[in-house]
C-alpha cells in the first residue's frame, strides 16, 4: 500500500475548497497552498472550467509584472476570489498575529511583520487560513498582538474574510455572525494513528459525551465515560471526584459527537497540566476506521 503523506491529505482538503474559484493567489513561499492551487486547475481541465493561480514570485505562474502592489491592486478591485494568510498565532475569532509574541511594544520575540496581511484580509471574499502545526502555542484563546482582525463592526465595509481555517489535524469553517470556528472534519491520519495506539498500557480514551448519547451509539472499547461537564472534576486530583485511572504522563485521546466536545475537554485537560492531549474527533470517524467498540 502506497503511504499517503500528510501533506498530502492537506493539500487534497484545499483542492476542494477552491472549486468555484476563478482566480486563486498564493503568497510566496507557500508550497502546500500552491501545490492545492494547482492541483484544483488541473482538475478543471476536466470541466473546461479555468481556473486561474497567481504564486507570487513564481517564474511559470505569476502574470504580474509588478509583484505585491500588482497583488493588493487586484484584490482591492475584486479580482482575487481566494487568498491564503497564516500567522504566529490564530485565536478562535480568527484575529491573526504575524508580528510576535509577548506583551506589545515590548515582545519576547519579534517576527517579519504584517505587510500587507491587513488589506487582503478586508478584500479578497475568500480567505483560507492556513497553519500546519496544530498546538496550543499557534491556536490560541487570545492573539498578543491583532495584525489582521477575523472579525469587524456592521458600520465597516468588509467583503473579505476569514472562511476557513485548515490546519494538519482538522478543517474548520468561520462563523462570522457567531464569531467561531466549527468542525468540518478531522484529518483520518489522526483516527488512524489513534487506532493503532488502542491496547496500549500508555493511552487513555475518553468519551466526553453524555451518557444518553453514548447508549444511542457505543463508544470506543474499554474507554472512560466522562462527561464534557465533569472533565474538570474528574482530572482534578485534589477533588473528591477524581478518576485515578487518570494521570499526567499518560498520553490521552478524546473523542466526542462531532469533534467540538473533545476539543474543549482537550483544551481544559492542557491548561489542567495534562500535556499529551489528542483528540480523534467524532465517534463515526472512529467506527468508519474499523476501531474497536463497546456497543
Not at 487534497?12 to 477552491?18: A, K, Q, T
Not at 475568500?126 to 487570545?142: D, N
Amino acid at each position: 500500500m502506497t503511504e499517503i503523506f500528510q501533506s498530502e491529505i492537506i493539500i487534497s482538503e484545499i483542492s476542494n475548497l477552491l472549486k468555484d474559484d476563478k482566480h486563486v493567489a498564493i503568497g510566496a513561499a507557500s508550497p502546500i497552498p500552491g501545490s492545492a492551487a494547482l492541483l484544483a486547475q488541473e482538475e478543471r481541465k476536466n470541466t473546461n472550467r479555468k481556473l486561474q493561480v497567481t504564486i507570487l514570485h513564481s517564474q511559470k505562474f505569476n502574470n504580474f509584472t509588478d509583484g505585491s502592489r500588482e497583488l493588493f491592486d487586484a484584490s482591492a478591485q475584486g479580482r482575487i476570489d481566494t487568498f491564503f494568510l497564516g500567522g504566529v498565532q490564530i485565536d478562535g475569532e480568527a484575529n491573526i498575529n504575524l508580528v510576535g509574541t509577548g506583551r506589545y511594544p515590548k515582545l519576547d520575540k519579534r517576527f517579519s511583520g504584517s505587510f500587507g496581511s491587513a488589506l487582503m484580509y478586508f478584500v479578497v471574499p475568500k480567505i483560507i487560513l492556513f497553519r500546519e502545526e496544530h498546538t496550543p502555542r499557534t491556536l490560541v484563546k487570545k492573539v498578543d498582538f491583532i495584525s489582521a482582525p477575523g472579525i469587524s463592526p456592521p458600520n465597516i465595509y468588509r467583503p473579505g474574510g476569514p472562511k476557513y481555517l485548515i490546519t494538519n489535524k482538522a478543517l474548520f469553517s468561520f462563523n462570522k455572525k457567531k464569531k467561531n470556528f466549527k468542525i468540518e472534519k478531522i484529518n483520518p491520519k489522526f483516527t488512524l494513528d489513534a487506532i493503532k495506539k488502542h491496547g496500549s498500557d500508555e493511552t487513555i480514551f475518553i468519551d466526553v459525551r453524555d451518557s444518553g448519547d453514548i447508549q444511542k451509539t457505543g463508544t470506543i472499547k474499554d474507554a472512560l465515560t466522562i462527561p464534557r461537564g465533569f472533565i474538570e472534576f474528574a482530572a482534578d486530583d485534589q477533588t473528591p471526584y477524581f478518576n485515578t485511572k487518570l494521570n499526567k504522563n499518560s498520553e490521552i485521546i478524546l473523542v466526542c459527537g462531532a469533534g467540538g466536545q473533545a476539543a474543549l475537554s482537550g483544551k481544559t485537560l492542557i491548561e489542567m497540566g495534562y500535556n499529551n492531549v489528542k483528540n480523534v474527533g467524532g465517534i463515526e470517524d472512529w467506527e468508519k476506521n474499523k476501531g474497536p467498540m463497546d456497543k
